[in-house]
């Protein structure tokens, strides 16, 4: 089987916690929606021969509009989501025809090529890899507003997208996981419980995934995606 390395790009969320009446992945960011950001990351780079583009049902139309009007080529389909993150990217991965899989969140267009490479290159290396970043506040465990414990912050790690694994090795994990019953909020969660060891990738911190309206903010007055920039 060839090295192919494709992307599933999930943006079928609702966008709860940044409360829009459009969904966050939508948005205008320096004119452009913010998911044709993050899709513009990884049309350009060179290792990507694919992307699986997946959205919300009544989006789908829409984001193919995008897809022709931004020159997207590498988007070869582009479908409808579940209600939970992880069955919008079951549903990618199970359109995608590739070797190995980089899962993305539509909402991280700041994600730069480099990080790409050190993620695919990683997870080539070792099985399965995602970028994370140390944690830089000390974390408490709180329950009923009192501290129960301080866990120890060297060992913590918040972990981003994207998240590198063999689609032949997720895709088993993912249908595991459906049988079983459980919903994990990212792709290494579902990998781990099959016993797939992933290895950890320091990103940046400016990989920020926009959750709420301050990260809005972030997005337009910090550094441009990485779709925009000439280096
Ligand atoms: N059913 C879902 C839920 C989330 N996502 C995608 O997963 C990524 C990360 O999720 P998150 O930031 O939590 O997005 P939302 O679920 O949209 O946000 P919220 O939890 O605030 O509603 C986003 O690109 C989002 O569109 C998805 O494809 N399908
Ligand atoms: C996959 C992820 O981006 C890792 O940080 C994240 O878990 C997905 O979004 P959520 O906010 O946890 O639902």
Redesign the pocket.
């Known amino acids: 089987m060839s090295n192919a390395v494709g992307a599933v790009i999930?943006?079928?969320?609702?966008?709860?916690?940044?409360g829009t009446a459009e969904?966050?992945?939508y948005l205008l960011l320096r004119g452009k929606p913010i998911v044709v950001h993050t899709l513009e990351a990884f049309q350009r780079h060179e290792r990507i021969s694919e992307i699986i583009l997946?959205t919300g049902e009544g989006e789908v139309e829409r984001c193919k509009e995008w897809v022709q009007a931004y020159g997207l080529t590498k988007v070869a389909a582009v479908l409808p989501?579940?209600?939970?993150?992880q069955?919008?990217?079951h549903r990618g991965l199970k359109a995608l025809g590739t070797e190995w899989v980089m899962v993305h969140?539509?909402?991280r267009p700041f994600v730069e090529a480099a990080q790409i490479d050190a993620c695919f290159l990683e997870a080539q290396r070792t099985g399965a890899s995602v970028l994370a970043v140390p944690v830089k506040d000390t974390i408490k465990q709180v329950d009923g507003g009192v501290v129960v414990s301080t866990p120890d912050r060297s060992s913590l790690w918040a972990i981003q997208t994207p998240q590198t694994f063999r689609l032949s090795e997720l895709l088993a994990a993912y249908e595991s996981a459906e049988r079983e019953g459980f919903v994990g909020t990212d792709d290494s969660s579902v990998a781990e419980r099959s016993g797939i060891r992933v290895a950890v990738v320091e990103g940046s911190y400016a990989n920020i995934?926009i959750?709420t309206p301050e990260d809005l903010d972030f997005a337009e007055f910090t550094s441009k995606p990485s779709g925009e920039r000439t280096s």
């Not at 989501?81 to 993150?85: H, I, L, Q, T």
């Open positions: 999930v943006a079928a969320g609702r966008g709860t916690r940044m969904s966050k992945q997946v989501g579940g209600s939970e993150r069955h919008s990217v969140d539509g909402v995934k959750t």
